[in-house]
């Protein structure tokens, strides 16, 4: 069996970062939170070795989050980091205290003695760079553990109590701004704790299969594909696992860009072999928008209109026990919440939820271990060609969250279809495709006055966006040159009637959002 690491989350805004760090190490690991761990959950897991995240409460005060006991007499390796650190050293019978000298951002450490976790990066002496995020620190250490490196704020910035195989740091090595963070966790869980880093995607395809089969056996399974990434990674691994149980269904809502329709058609179906039902729902979508102007009521039209589509087509499919879903695990890691209480809508973004309640068939998550990097380098393990594993995000209403504030018509769909492209293919063109998180033209509700040759024009604006991320939770504008918009700017207006004015978004997220509506 694969080695499997533990991380306890305690709440820390990087915890996800420590998963990514130990599974590029070739480690696998899950996140599960403090209040979901307890003795037996823990002996259940077989942990080869256990994780201690940050988290923003404190130690000093009560009924604040603890380990669980069992944790330390498992006889397994534990990393403690910042109030993992803290929480260990409390639990063990150190002490804890606020700290005068608080310590945020980039810091210096000195390190004060060798030890596995430095193996290779730090020596003795030197004075290496970390991030922080502290106000408590640990003041008196438990017994069996020493110092190994120090800080201006945190005398125990890093321990190590070999005996036993725990460790703590201060700092947070999950972070890029701790240069060699990645080679301290990987000497942890590959040094201390053995791991042997056999996690790779083609294993990981293997056992996805057999999982696969042992679920559905004889089974029919449905599975929605929209031309994304996620989907089709689905699609693959299924058709790879249960060949013809599984139909894929298409559903082409009008709102794709150009193209992109007859792409995934003829790349699933007369590449790949996988039984596929394309169905042109186009008028429908566009006759239940019409009048439509508001961005949440699009979504939930849209979404309401799609599930009956794909229930129709699975019905006339023959129906299926399963049905498969796309579900990474950024969206299955239960966030611990200190705060509570709802959070604000700023956008629905739902589009198919409700789909696996209303069928009621039982899911097939394949991907639901997965971070969105991993789901890209199984596509590629699965051979799907770089242009759809790399492929930018798409929202599931598509361009009719494009044509912000207006109706949607065929027409006006043309046209921001053709000046999408003109602009997507530019910027392939320059080798800049891989270095955007997502690029877009938007169709303004302007019209406003040119002059094309010796006449007057009065035509629609449009906006060019392009952003980097690398969550879709936060972004920057793309610093393009002036030269290439202007040459994206001449083509659309040349190239695309009813288009007579090109404008640049410099916004970004926040205060913005990436879409516009
Ligand atoms: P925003 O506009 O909220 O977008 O900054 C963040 C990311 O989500 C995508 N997005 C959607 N995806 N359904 C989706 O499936 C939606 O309704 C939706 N709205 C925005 C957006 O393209 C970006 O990647």
């Known amino acids: 069996m694969t080695d499997r690491v533990l991380i306890i989350d305690f709440g820390s805004q990087v915890t996800q970062l420590i998963a990514r760090r130990v599974r590029e190490s070739g480690v696998y690991c899950e996140i599960h939170p403090f209040n979901r761990v307890d003795d037996s959950s823990l002996k259940a897991y077989d942990p080869k070795a256990v994780i201690l995240s940050g988290g923003p409460a404190s130690v000093i005060d009560t009924g604040t989050p603890r380990a669980p006991d069992g944790l330390f007499t498992l006889g397994v ?65 438990p017994q069996g553990f020493r110092v190994v490196a120090t800080s201006d704020g945190a005398p125990f910035a890093a321990i190590a109590d070999e005996s036993r195989r725990f460790y703590g740091v201060q700092f947070h090595p999950e972070v890029v701004h701790t240069p060699h963070g990645a080679q301290l966790l990987k000497n942890f869980t590959h040094k201390i704790a053995g791991c042997s880093g056999d996690w790779t995607m083609a ?16 089974g029919r399974v449905i599975c929605g594909l929209s031309g994304g990434v996620d989907s089709s990674v689905v699609a693959m691994l299924l058709h790879e696992a249960i060949g013809d149980q599984l139909t894929c269904v298409f559903v082409d809502t009008g ?65 299926a026990d399963f049905l498969a879903q796309g579900t990474l695990y950024p969206d299955v890691i239960e966030s611990v919440s200190f705060i509570g209480g709802p959070s604000v809508t700023i956008k629905s973004h739902h589009n198919v939820g409700g789909l696996p309640e209303r069928m009621k068939m039982k899911l097939v998550e394949p991907l639901r271990e997965l971070f969105k990097d991993e789901v890209r380098a199984l596509g590629r393990e699965l051979g799907l060609p770089h242009d759809m594993v790399g492929r930018h995000p798409f929202p599931g209403p598509g361009l009719a969250i494009r044509i912000p504030g207006q109706e949607l018509t065929r027409d006006k769909l043309e046209i921001l279809r053709k000046a999408d492209s003109i602009y997507l293919e530019e910027i392939r063109n320059a080798g800049l495709y891989d270095a955007i998180w997502q690029a877009f033209a938007v169709l303004l509700p302007v019209r406003t006055v040119g002059v094309m040759g010796d006449s007057r024009s009065y035509d629609y604006a449009c906006a060019l966006r392009a952003v980097t991320s690398t ?28 288009i007579n004015r090109v404008t640049f978004d410099v916004t970004s997220k926040p205060p913005g959002t990436i879409e516009w509506e």
């Open 77 to 141: 390796p534990v990393l403690g980091i910042c109030y993992g650190e803290q929480t260990m050293c409390a639990q063990l019978g150190g002490r804890v205290e606020a700290a005068d000298h608080r310590e945020f951002g980039r810091a210096f450490v000195d390190v004060a003695d060798s030890c596995a976790l430095f193996d290779g990066v730090w020596a003795k002496g030197a004075r290496e760079q970390v991030w922080m995020s502290h106000g408590d620190r640990v003041t008196a250490l």
């Open 203 to 218: 294993a990981f395809r293997a056992q996805e299969i057999a999982k696969i089969r042992a679920q559905v056996k004889d």
């Open 255 to 319: 709102m794709m860009r150009a193209g992109e329709a007859d792409e995934v058609v003829s790349l699933f179906r007369d590449r790949f072999n996988i039984r596929l039902v394309h169905r042109d729902a186009s008028d429908l979508f566009l006759k239940k928008l019409e009048g439509v102007t508001d961005p949440e009521r699009k979504r939930k039209i849209i979404g309401a209109t799609f599930i009956d589509v794909f229930e129709e087509e699975a019905k006339q499919a023959g129906g």
């Open 471 to 498: 969550d879709g939770m936060t972004a920057d504008f793309y610093p393009f040159d002036m030269a290439f918009l202007g040459r994206v700017a001449n083509r659309i207006i040349n190239e695309v009637k009813g």
